[in-house]
């Protein structure tokens, strides 16, 4: 089964150019909506979030897990990457012909992994007994192979009709997904409870190596991954935005199992768990099963709050990375988190300024000036949760500089500062943002993404109905208030792509 890629980021980058296309609109009252949502908090602190949708026989899962890249520190980055691809290798019960017979192994493949990896660390490291545990772990890994029945977690849930199983990792989140017939309720319950109640993360180190190959491919040998990573970790000096959410690569060749173990202990505690479910289920039959099957995972404090805060910017920052490319530049300017009010205002600046071909950056430096072949600017980046960046991106066209592109893209900011958006621009991003948002909200599954959002990152998932006004309130003043606030030079990074011959 294929997982949706980490590295998102990199397939936005693609699609800057075009603009997010919504459903219908639907004349369904809010109100309405908003009454057919009930939620349940567990004994132990799982929360549950369930909207009754009968149009059809079918329910998407989603579990939000409060846990994604930014609560990693150096020496464990990408764990959490690495933890949503452990979760589909199984339990005590998926996934194994004998857990008893294959426990054994797995406990001495750690310890002989760990005696491996100390005696290698060593300054002088006896190579003769190098070599010797490296064979030992060879062999119990082989032997561990043996017990191992091989995707039998997708197998299970496909054979029930599972149009969406997924999981994805982010800065901000751990997400796993599940798109099942509305008969299968239970089904889900049991197989999801299992998997946060007797995880068994086999054939870890075969899957780690996986996720250091996709970070060489996906990262290390792509321009527009080098610049990104180089980009990030020089806008943020101190907060974990800094690092990717695949990890740094000597920090995933030396993550241990037990890492792994204790990572889990700590962010898969119930309380740190919020599951949403949308379709055609009854919320009291819900909350039973939920009682039943979740209820018996043990509770565990919620993990401390986030400590570091990205410290006031003194003044411009740069990034280059010298890449046989042509050249590509993205800007980004320090802002308030998802949850600060002056977050609406910067979407609508990002959408007029730079989102779709009728953008003001198109219309310049594409359509008039032709130096980029492709551009766009997008807010909340590289996430919602903490302090993040308005971003600007400009891939030049053959024969022209990312300076040139830089120099316009300051024009038309120093424009939305002087002058406000038109009547017309306005009401496009809102008639486009509507639009959108209410056509996420039709689809079961897109509902309960937006509902663990909106729940975990802003802090009440009945703000998402409050969503449509919120966008009615945003004028031109605001946008050209939050520009002036926010697009400064000393709040800015700089990164760049400065081709090399081959």
């Not at 369904?28 to 009968?54: P, R, W, Y």
């Not at 950056?361 to 072949?373: F, G, P, Q």
Request: net charge neutral; proline share 4%; charged share 25%.
């Amino acid at each position: 089964m294929k997982r949706r890629s980490t590295r998102a980021i990199l397939a936005l980058f693609a699609l800057l150019a075009f603009c997010l296309a919504g459903s219908p609109l639907s004349g369904q009252n809010m109100d309405k909506m908003k009454s057919q949502i009930h939620e349940k908090t567990l004994d132990n602190g799982m929360k549950f979030i369930v909207m009754e949708q009968h149009e059809a026989p079918v329910a998407s899962f989603h579990v939000y897990a409060d846990v994604g890249s930014a609560q990693e520190v150096y020496g464990i980055t990408g764990i959490s990457h690495i933890l949503e691809h452990m979760a589909f290798k199984g339990t005590t019960t998926v996934g194994t012909k004998d857990y008893a017979a294959e426990a054994k192994i797995l406990n001495e493949l750690d310890q002989v992994y760990e005696a491996f990896a100390r005696e290698e660390a060593k300054i002088k490291p006896d190579e003769g007994r190098v070599k010797e545990l490296k064979a030992r772990f060879e062999e119990l890994q082989k032997q561990a192979k043996e017990y191992v029945v091989n995707n039998e977690y997708f197998d299970m849930v496909m054979q029930q009709g599972d149009t969406g199983v997924n999981a994805y990792t982010n800065y901000d989140a751990t997400q796993y997904t599940n798109s099942l017939p509305a008969n299968k309720l239970e089904f889900w319950m049991a197989i999801t409870s299992d998997r946060f109640l007797n995880p068994v993360f086999r054939e870890y180190y075969k899957e780690r190596d996986v996720i250091m190959e996709e970070r060489r491919l996906s990262l290390e040998t792509q321009p527009i991954g080098k610049l990104i990573e180089d980009f990030m970790a020089v806008a943020f000096k101190a907060h974990p935005y800094h690092h990717e959410v695949i990890g740094h690569m000597s920090d995933l060749q030396r993550i241990s199992h037990q890492d792994v173990k204790d990572y889990f202990k700590k962010y898969y505690s119930p309380s740190n768990l919020t599951a949403a479910i949308v379709g055609d289920v009854d919320p009291q039959e819900v909350f039973r099963l939920a009682e039943l099957y979740f209820g018996r995972i043990p509770s565990g404090p919620r993990p401390e709050p986030l400590r570091t805060r990205e410290p006031e910017q003194w003044g411009e920052r740069k990034a280059t990375v010298r890449a046989q490319s042509q050249p590509v530049l993205i800007v980004g300017y320090h802002k308030p988190a998802a949850q600060h009010p002056d977050n609406g205002a910067l979407d609508a600046l990002a959408n007029i300024i730079g989102q779709g071909r009728s953008s003001r950056l198109w219309e310049s430096l594409v359509k008039k000036e032709k130096v980029a072949a492709q551009v766009g600017c997008f807010n909340n980046f590289p996430g919602n949760k903490y302090p993040n960046l308005i971003a600007f991106f400009s891939m030049t066209s053959k024969d022209k500089t990312a300076a040139q592109s830089l120099e316009l893209i300051d024009r038309e900011i120093e424009k939305i500062k002087k002058e406000p958006v038109s009547a017309q621009e306005l009401a496009k991003y809102k008639q486009m943002s509507k639009k959108a948002l209410i056509g996420q909200m039709k689809a079961n599954g897109r509902m309960a993404a937006q509902l663990t959002y909106y729940d975990v990152v802003l802090g009440d998932w009945r703000l998402l109905f409050d969503e449509l006004a919120a966008i009615d309130r945003i004028t031109a003043a605001d946008i050209q208030r939050v520009a002036n606030a926010y697009l400064i030079a000393t709040n800015r990074t700089i990164g760049e792509i400065v081709p090399e011959s081959k």
